[in-house]
Protein backbone atom coordinates (compact mmCIF):
# COMPACT_ATOMS: atom_id res chain seq x y z
CA UNK A 1 0.00 0.00 0.00
CA UNK A 2 1.19 3.34 -0.71
CA UNK A 3 2.66 4.45 1.99
CA UNK A 4 4.26 8.34 2.75
CA UNK A 5 6.04 8.84 6.50
CA UNK A 6 6.72 11.98 8.51
CA UNK A 7 9.26 12.59 11.15
CA UNK A 8 9.26 13.77 14.17
CA UNK A 9 4.90 13.75 14.76
CA UNK A 10 5.56 16.73 16.99
CA UNK A 11 8.34 19.27 17.48
CA UNK A 12 8.61 21.70 19.96
CA UNK A 13 11.68 24.21 18.87
CA UNK A 14 13.36 28.04 19.50
CA UNK A 15 12.48 31.02 18.09
CA UNK A 16 16.16 31.34 15.38
CA UNK A 17 16.52 27.94 15.43
CA UNK A 18 16.99 25.44 13.16
CA UNK A 19 14.29 23.04 12.43
CA UNK A 20 14.02 19.94 9.64
CA UNK A 21 10.91 17.81 8.77
CA UNK A 22 11.93 14.54 6.96
CA UNK A 23 9.56 12.77 4.81
CA UNK A 24 9.99 9.29 2.80
CA UNK A 25 7.53 7.71 0.79
CA UNK A 26 7.64 4.33 -0.45
CA UNK A 27 5.34 4.94 -3.24
CA UNK A 28 8.20 5.53 -6.08
CA UNK A 29 6.28 8.98 -7.10
CA UNK A 30 7.96 11.44 -8.74
CA UNK A 31 6.40 14.57 -7.48
CA UNK A 32 6.56 15.16 -3.89
CA UNK A 33 4.93 18.02 -1.69
CA UNK A 34 5.24 19.96 1.52
CA UNK A 35 2.06 21.84 2.82
CA UNK A 36 1.36 24.02 5.43
CA UNK A 37 -2.31 23.89 7.59
CA UNK A 38 -3.38 26.81 9.34
CA UNK A 39 -7.08 27.08 10.91
CA UNK A 40 -8.60 29.03 8.36
CA UNK A 41 -6.13 28.74 5.60
CA UNK A 42 -6.61 25.16 4.43
CA UNK A 43 -3.13 23.26 3.26
CA UNK A 44 -1.35 25.79 1.65
CA UNK A 45 1.65 24.92 -0.75
CA UNK A 46 5.33 25.76 0.42
CA UNK A 47 7.64 23.35 -1.67
CA UNK A 48 7.76 20.75 -3.54
CA UNK A 49 9.79 18.49 -6.16
CA UNK A 50 9.30 16.49 -9.37
CA UNK A 51 13.11 14.59 -9.63
CA UNK A 52 15.99 14.45 -7.08
CA UNK A 53 17.99 17.17 -6.42
CA UNK A 54 15.31 19.56 -7.63
CA UNK A 55 12.89 21.44 -6.05
CA UNK A 56 10.69 24.28 -6.67
CA UNK A 57 8.73 27.12 -4.97
CA UNK A 58 5.46 26.52 -4.15
CA UNK A 59 2.78 29.26 -3.07
CA UNK A 60 4.35 30.59 0.88
CA UNK A 61 7.97 29.45 0.09
CA UNK A 62 9.15 32.27 2.41
CA UNK A 63 11.52 31.12 5.43
CA UNK A 64 11.40 27.79 3.94
CA UNK A 65 14.25 25.46 2.47
CA UNK A 66 13.76 22.54 0.66
CA UNK A 67 15.60 19.18 0.02
CA UNK A 68 15.12 16.04 -2.27
CA UNK A 69 18.32 14.12 -1.90
CA UNK A 70 16.57 10.92 -3.65
CA UNK A 71 12.88 9.78 -4.65
CA UNK A 72 12.44 8.36 -1.49
CA UNK A 73 13.21 11.56 0.74
CA UNK A 74 12.24 15.14 0.79
CA UNK A 75 13.08 17.32 3.51
CA UNK A 76 11.44 20.94 4.78
CA UNK A 77 13.89 22.91 6.39
CA UNK A 78 13.71 25.99 8.55
CA UNK A 79 16.31 28.04 8.59
CA UNK A 80 15.70 30.29 11.64
CA UNK A 81 12.30 29.35 13.04
CA UNK A 82 9.56 31.97 13.57
CA UNK A 83 6.67 32.00 15.81
CA UNK A 84 4.37 32.48 12.69
CA UNK A 85 5.97 29.39 11.39
CA UNK A 86 3.92 27.03 14.31
CA UNK A 87 1.32 25.30 12.39
CA UNK A 88 0.90 21.08 10.85
CA UNK A 89 3.25 20.19 8.48
CA UNK A 90 1.98 18.23 5.57
CA UNK A 91 4.07 16.10 3.57
CA UNK A 92 2.11 14.32 0.25
CA UNK A 93 3.06 12.10 -3.00
CA UNK A 94 1.36 12.27 -6.24
CA UNK A 95 1.32 8.84 -8.26
CA UNK A 96 -2.51 8.96 -10.22
CA UNK A 97 -3.44 10.32 -6.88
CA UNK A 98 -1.67 12.24 -4.09
CA UNK A 99 -0.80 10.46 -0.90
CA UNK A 100 -0.60 12.27 2.42
CA UNK A 101 1.64 11.71 5.21
CA UNK A 102 -0.06 11.98 9.06
CA UNK A 103 1.49 14.98 9.29
CA UNK A 104 3.97 17.22 11.40
CA UNK A 105 2.84 19.08 14.82
CA UNK A 106 5.39 21.88 14.83
CA UNK A 107 5.09 24.64 17.81
CA UNK A 108 8.07 27.16 17.64
CA UNK A 109 8.07 28.72 21.11
CA UNK B 1 -4.87 31.63 -10.84
CA UNK B 2 -7.25 28.35 -9.50
CA UNK B 3 -8.99 28.59 -6.03
CA UNK B 4 -11.39 26.51 -4.20
CA UNK B 5 -13.95 28.03 -1.79
CA UNK B 6 -15.46 26.48 0.95
CA UNK B 7 -18.19 29.00 2.47
CA UNK B 8 -19.11 26.80 5.54
CA UNK B 9 -16.50 26.56 7.93
CA UNK B 10 -18.75 24.33 10.47
CA UNK B 11 -21.77 22.30 9.68
CA UNK B 12 -23.84 20.26 12.61
CA UNK B 13 -26.08 17.16 11.45
CA UNK B 14 -27.66 14.59 13.40
CA UNK B 15 -26.85 11.10 12.73
CA UNK B 16 -29.02 9.95 10.12
CA UNK B 17 -29.85 13.00 8.28
CA UNK B 18 -28.76 13.82 5.33
CA UNK B 19 -25.67 16.07 3.99
CA UNK B 20 -24.13 18.41 1.55
CA UNK B 21 -20.98 20.02 2.28
CA UNK B 22 -20.46 23.09 -0.25
CA UNK B 23 -17.66 23.92 -2.69
CA UNK B 24 -16.94 26.27 -5.39
CA UNK B 25 -14.34 26.71 -7.37
CA UNK B 26 -12.94 28.61 -10.10
CA UNK B 27 -10.01 27.17 -12.60
CA UNK B 28 -9.78 28.06 -16.17
CA UNK B 29 -10.16 25.05 -18.50
CA UNK B 30 -10.92 21.14 -17.47
CA UNK B 31 -10.42 21.17 -13.78
CA UNK B 32 -10.40 17.74 -11.72
CA UNK B 33 -11.54 18.10 -8.13
CA UNK B 34 -10.91 16.16 -5.68
CA UNK B 35 -12.76 15.63 -1.73
CA UNK B 36 -10.49 14.37 1.26
CA UNK B 37 -11.30 13.87 4.22
CA UNK B 38 -9.47 14.47 8.01
CA UNK B 39 -9.80 12.52 10.92
CA UNK B 40 -8.36 14.20 14.01
CA UNK B 41 -4.37 14.11 13.96
CA UNK B 42 -4.04 12.30 10.84
CA UNK B 43 -3.24 13.24 7.42
CA UNK B 44 -5.97 13.55 4.40
CA UNK B 45 -7.41 10.49 3.11
CA UNK B 46 -9.22 10.55 -0.32
CA UNK B 47 -12.75 10.67 -0.33
CA UNK B 48 -13.81 10.27 -4.25
CA UNK B 49 -12.02 11.96 -7.16
CA UNK B 50 -13.90 13.60 -10.45
CA UNK B 51 -12.38 13.24 -13.47
CA UNK B 52 -13.93 15.15 -16.85
CA UNK B 53 -17.21 12.42 -17.83
CA UNK B 54 -20.02 11.47 -15.59
CA UNK B 55 -20.98 14.67 -12.96
CA UNK B 56 -22.09 12.24 -10.17
CA UNK B 57 -19.26 10.66 -8.78
CA UNK B 58 -19.49 8.03 -5.87
CA UNK B 59 -16.64 7.63 -3.25
CA UNK B 60 -15.71 5.86 -0.18
CA UNK B 61 -18.63 5.45 2.97
CA UNK B 62 -21.70 6.71 0.77
CA UNK B 63 -20.69 9.91 -0.40
CA UNK B 64 -21.08 11.07 -3.77
CA UNK B 65 -20.36 14.38 -5.02
CA UNK B 66 -21.98 15.99 -8.27
CA UNK B 67 -20.09 18.62 -10.89
CA UNK B 68 -21.93 21.33 -12.15
CA UNK B 69 -19.83 23.33 -15.00
CA UNK B 70 -22.65 26.11 -15.07
CA UNK B 71 -22.03 27.02 -11.05
CA UNK B 72 -18.42 26.05 -10.60
CA UNK B 73 -19.20 23.56 -7.73
CA UNK B 74 -18.12 20.31 -7.04
CA UNK B 75 -20.97 19.74 -3.74
CA UNK B 76 -20.19 16.75 -1.77
CA UNK B 77 -23.63 14.73 -0.17
CA UNK B 78 -24.28 11.71 1.45
CA UNK B 79 -27.56 10.13 2.54
CA UNK B 80 -27.47 9.36 5.94
CA UNK B 81 -24.64 10.80 7.86
CA UNK B 82 -22.77 8.42 11.07
CA UNK B 83 -21.15 9.47 13.93
CA UNK B 84 -18.02 8.29 12.35
CA UNK B 85 -18.45 10.47 9.95
CA UNK B 86 -17.76 13.55 11.95
CA UNK B 87 -14.16 14.92 10.53
CA UNK B 88 -13.01 18.03 8.33
CA UNK B 89 -13.68 17.65 5.05
CA UNK B 90 -11.45 19.41 2.04
CA UNK B 91 -12.08 19.99 -1.46
CA UNK B 92 -9.33 20.89 -4.25
CA UNK B 93 -8.73 21.58 -7.28
CA UNK B 94 -5.98 20.94 -10.10
CA UNK B 95 -5.94 20.98 -13.92
CA UNK B 96 -5.64 18.07 -16.59
CA UNK B 97 -1.60 18.62 -16.62
CA UNK B 98 -1.37 20.55 -13.07
CA UNK B 99 1.23 19.34 -10.29
CA UNK B 100 -0.78 21.75 -8.07
CA UNK B 101 -3.55 20.93 -5.79
CA UNK B 102 -4.80 23.87 -4.48
CA UNK B 103 -7.38 23.38 -1.11
CA UNK B 104 -10.02 25.23 0.26
CA UNK B 105 -10.08 26.37 3.93
CA UNK B 106 -12.23 23.26 5.09
CA UNK B 107 -15.47 21.98 6.51
CA UNK B 108 -15.26 20.70 10.18
CA UNK B 109 -18.31 18.09 10.20
CA UNK B 110 -20.07 17.55 13.33
CA UNK B 111 -22.52 15.29 14.46
CA UNK B 112 -25.59 15.19 16.48
CA UNK B 113 -26.18 11.96 18.29
Same mark, same amino acid.
Given at each position: EAAVTQSPRSKVAVTGGKVTLSCHQT /? /???YMYWYRQDTGHGLRLIHYSYVADSTEKGDIPDGYKASRPSQENFSLILELASLSQTAVYFCASKGTEVFFGKGTRLTVV | AQSVTQPDARVTVSEGASLQLRCKYSYFGTPYLFWYVQYPRQGLQLLLKYYPGDPVVQGVNGFEAEFSKSNSSFHLRKASVHWSDWAVYFCAVKGNMGYKLTFGTGTSLLVDP
Open positions: /N /NHD | -
